[in-house]
């Protein structure tokens, strides 16, 4: 049964940094197609950053600059590395994976199985 267990959200003032890690387990990081998403209150579901099989990254445009994704496949997790956040990325922040392996840009959240719950992240002005 695979499991994918966020952590690492909370508040912080813009201009300051965050880091989130997801935890998998029953699944295996390395070698992955996995990403981050986000949901603000009334929005869609975004990606915010992926990373495929191969190490592809991927970045959404609002953070590209400012937010890193990696994998530690020693502790077989998906972490998100915030910096510069603004207010815009207020956010539910969901970690997600493909029960398949891809390359190259794999960003629409109907095309990942397997879903954490979710962490929330709120930036203040």
């Known amino acids: 049964q695979v499991q994918l267990e966020e952590s690492g959200g909370g508040s912080a003032q813009a201009g300051g940094s965050l880091r989130l890690s997801c935890a998998a387990s029953g699944y295996t990081v390395s070698g992955s197609c996995m990403g981050w998403f986000r949901q603000a209150p009334e929005k869609e579901r975004e990606a915010v950053a992926t990373?495929?099989?191969?190490?592809?990254?991927n970045y959404a445009d609002s953070v590209k600059g400012r937010f890193t994704i990696s994998k530690d496949n020693a502790k077989n997790t998906l972490d998100l590395q915030m910096n510069n956040v603004k207010p815009e990325d207020t956010a539910m922040y969901y970690c997600?994976?493909?029960?398949?392996?891809?390359?190259?840009?794999?960003?629409?959240?109907?095309?990942?199985?397997?879903w954490g719950q979710g962490t929330q992240v709120s930036v203040s002005s």
């Open positions: 997600a994976a493909r029960s398949r392996a891809c390359v190259g840009a794999f960003m629409a959240p109907i095309e990942y199985n397997y």
């Open positions: 990373v495929d099989s191969d190490g592809g990254l």
